[in-house]
């Protein structure tokens, strides 16, 4: 019989602190889904390969089912949930997807949007062939990625507007 | 929820010797990328993990004082790729790293982790062994220096003593300075792939760049473990650059590789692509040396 094994570990969590105690064997996917009730990260594969669980970590694209919910203590994680507006509008980002049908099943779009949001963040300008290869490590079977691109790529040219607009 | 059986965390390089000693069952954990997924799989199920992970003083790229560049064994593939030490001295270290996976497995995956596994396929692995990187180990005696070459010891395994850790990988200044190199990694598909071979080079041409002072071949999946091909080292040593001399180059490293047939590839398709490699990158190190061809 493996015994219990828990530890304490304090996050952010969406913008708010959150402490909570975790088993050490759990991933973070496993634990953002379980004990936070946030479903938007996905399990598909569960070794790496489909991205459907990319949340951002320290606002970098991580894949959460591969990552020890206990390196999570201390650092900044971010979920689909984290996009959303307290009153429920929805982020620039989730809307492209939905104008452009970037969504067939839905299933790997939560990881789609992360990984999106990390390249929207950077303020910069990617060429359609950029943003190809950074979104390679999300997978979807249904969409053939075109839709995806456009999304993305309208979002970034939206916020890149924005932005030039303010300054 | 992963079957494991314990995780014993160090938060220290000391810590982590430690915890070496106490725990010899135990596998040492950095990014996981390789080993949760071994977890996973049930061939390592029920095992004991160190983990060192969050040991943030093994982070990052530093040049010391002699010009040696120092790479902390837990920065990320990405960390290797951005850094401006890297993109400076040697570059093709850099996008060897970012051929690895995707952009989730190059921010978890690490630099040591990728030659602490010991496979053959690994993308920063035949970059480190071309330009004679320096293995750093941290043990309870202090710490030891192992040129990568002879850290590789057969398929999946490699010298680390049962008290140690890698802390760092080492290129010193005379291994990069006046040389530039070229990475190719061919897969069959454009990412989230491993390997079915890769090949980087680097090469050193006299002043005038029409002659070739050194240059530089290691090849992965050309064997158990990445291989550096010296029959094609010595064959264009002190030649002029031209297209004769990429071929004796070609024909050089494919006397000294042995790869083998694999659910990947076949032997002949390795070797066929294995001599084409050593053409281009050699051809490109060149170039980017700023070779004159005659």
New interface residues.
Partial sequence: MIEKQFKTITFTLNGKQVTTSVDMRESLSDMLRNDFGLTSVKKGCEVGECGACTVLVNGEVFASCIFLAIWADGKDVLTVEGLVDVDGTISDIQQAFIDETAVQCGFCTPGFIMSAEHLLRTGKRYTRDELRKELAGNMCRCTGYHNIINAVEKAMNARLAKKAGKE | ???????Y?ANSVEDAVRLRMEEPQARI?AG??DL??SI??GDLA?CDLI?I??IDELRGVSLDDDGTIRIGSLTSF?AVTKNEIIQKYVRVLGEAADKV?????R??GTIGGNTCNGVTSADTASTLMAYDAIIELTGSEGKRLVPIEEFYLRAKRVDIHPDEIQTAILIRPESYRGYEGFYYKYAMR???DIATSGCSANVKLSEDKKTIVDARICYGVAGPIPMRTRSAEQAVKGLPVSKEIVEAFAAGALQDVNPRTSWRATKEFRLHIQGELARRCLTESINRAGGIWS
Avoid: H, V
């Avoid at chain 2, 929820?1 to 995780?7: G, L, R, T």
């Avoid at chain 2, 996976?101 to 497995?105: C, K, L, N, V």
């Fill in positions: 929820m992963y079957d494991i059986n314990k995780i965390e954990i996981g990328s949760l997924i996973r799989a029920g983990s992970y969050t990405a996976g995707g952009p989730q497995i921010n978890i454009g990412a989230m």
